[in-house]
């Protein structure tokens, strides 16, 4: 279980707040999905791929089943199932590895593209923290829910590594420590069978976010 303990933040005042965070243009880094549904936490090992200068974004989930768009597509809401997403051109594609299936869920937009290095830009710091024995900054970004963020506590933003987003209430990202400044080759290539003439179910959450 994680630990975390508030440390002094009563002179975030007085030296005045870090810089706000934001990512590298390109970075690879695992993560255990956590996601809250009414019989409790589900959690899955999963892979965050993020190339902004491209526009594109890939994440693995090996199970899908409790994502807010990989499991609301239809009948994957009833099947442990390894799931990508994937934003290639604007749009945002669920890939299901074991089936070969595929659909488009929604575009850059219905505002479901790739998020800006700096979408952290405005947030509320909270303070200093002791995230898993390790000094960090907590922030807040606000909009439809709270967005906790943790990362290091590097004073350049782009040295610093993201530890947890946290989506208050019902999804948490925790991160590895580790985290390659890159991207592997060819990793956003769509599958043949993702095309844009398939969308995915119209009783998914794809089908909500749809202007």
Not at 21 to 37: G, L, V
Not at 91 to 103: A, G, S, V
Request: charge should be neutral.
């Amino acid at each position: 279980m994680l630990v975390y303990l508030l440390i002094s933040s009563a002179l975030t005042g007085v030296i005045g707040d870090p810089a706000f965070p934001r990512w590298p243009d390109q970075f690879t880094q695992n993560f255990t999905d956590h996601n809250r549904w009414p019989l409790g936490w589900y959690a899955t090992e999963s892979t965050f791929f993020y190339d902004w200068p491209n526009k594109l974004l890939r994440i693995d989930r090996a199970n899908g089943r409790y994502d807010r768009y990989c499991g609301t597509n239809g009948i994957y809401q009833f099947k442990d199932t390894q799931c990508t997403q994937l934003v290639v051109d604007g749009n945002r594609y669920l890939y299901y590895h074991e089936k070969k299936d595929c659909c488009v869920c929604c575009s850059e937009k219905d505002g479901c593209g790739i998020v800006k290095p700096d979408w952290m830009t405005g947030s509320e710091f909270l303070g200093n923290v002791t995230y898993d024995k390790i000094r960090a900054y907590e922030w807040d970004q606000k909009g439809l829910q709270h967005n906790y963020y943790y990362e290091t506590a590097e004073k350049d933003p782009k040295d610093r590594t993201t530890l947890e987003i946290f989506m208050s209430p019902n999804e948490k990202q925790v991160f590895n420590k580790q985290r390659a400044k890159s991207v592997p080759a060819d990793i956003f290539q769509l599958p043949e069978e993702c095309t844009n003439k398939k969308a995915c179910s119209v009783f998914s959450a794809c089908k909500l976010v749809k202007n």
